[in-house]
């Protein structure tokens, strides 16, 4: 089945440290996508990538990044820059062109800091 | 202040009832309106997505956009428990790359 495949589905961090948090989709997306929701912020975008090897800033860019080496993954490193990573984390694509649609998301991933 | 706003509610009906959830919006520049239904602890899923103004509707849910109050609606009619989740309208304007906009969801309970 196509979809988008977020992992882990928890995820705990520790202080200072990095984690990343893995968004593999069988789409033929183009576009990837990023978001952080937190309880009653509703999704605010952190990154997004319309083409491989190149990504774009979003509203809350600062204390995490990615990379678009590949078309179908689209990995998010959370880093000890990020003071409170704390939240749910959103992937989503959407396809271009004659494939598009509307943003698509995976299941998220809870990250906690302990 | 926000470019979307939307009631957090909480919001309870009884089963059966119509339910209405608004959004309204501050950016004349938005041209696609959806609406996701997000059940707790998972990804949002799309709902109804409407272009411009005007009402579309999919089974017991129907969409209304009036730009010229800059105010988008979803209906549900017959609500029925399985609907208890948090709505979140998004937007966007035409070819917008940075993709959406949401609101902050509004909570429903559908009681039985």
């Known amino acids: 089945d196509g979809g988008i495949t977020q992992s882990p589905k928890y995820l705990f961090r520790k202080e200072g440290q990095n984690v990343t948090l893995s968004c593999e989709q069988n789409?033929?997306?183009?576009?990837m996508y990023w978001y952080r929701q937190d309880p009653g912020q509703g999704l605010r975008l952190i990154y997004y990538?319309?083409?491989?090897?190149?990504?774009q800033k979003g509203d809350i860019a600062e204390g995490y990044s990615v990379s678009r080496e590949k078309k179908e993954s689209f990995p998010l490193t959370v880093t000890s820059a990020q003071k409170n990573p704390t939240a749910f984390y959103l992937c989503a694509s959407r396809g271009t062109g004659v494939n598009r649609v509307e943003a698509f998301f995976g299941q998220g991933t809870r990250l906690t800091v302990v | 202040q926000k470019e979307v706003e939307q009631d957090p509610g909480p919001l309870s009906v009884p089963e059966g009832a119509i339910v209405s959830l608004n959004c309204t919006y501050s950016?004349?520049?938005?041209?696609?309106f959806m609406w996701y239904r997000q059940y707790s602890r998972k990804g949002p899923e799309l709902l109804m997505y409407?272009?411009?103004?005007g009402n579309k509707e999919d089974g017991r849910f129907t969409a209304q956009v009036d730009k010229s109050s800059k105010y988008i609606s979803l209906f549900i009619r017959d609500s029925q428990p399985s609907d208890s989740a948090t709505y979140l309208c998004a937007m966007r304007s035409s070819g917008s790359a940075r993709q959406l906009t949401f609101g902050s969801g509004t909570q429903l309970t559908v009681l039985p």
């Open positions: 950016n004349s520049a938005f041209q696609y």
């Open positions: 409407t272009y411009s103004s």
């Open positions: 789409l033929n997306h183009d576009a």
């Open positions: 990538s319309q083409i491989v090897n190149d990504f």
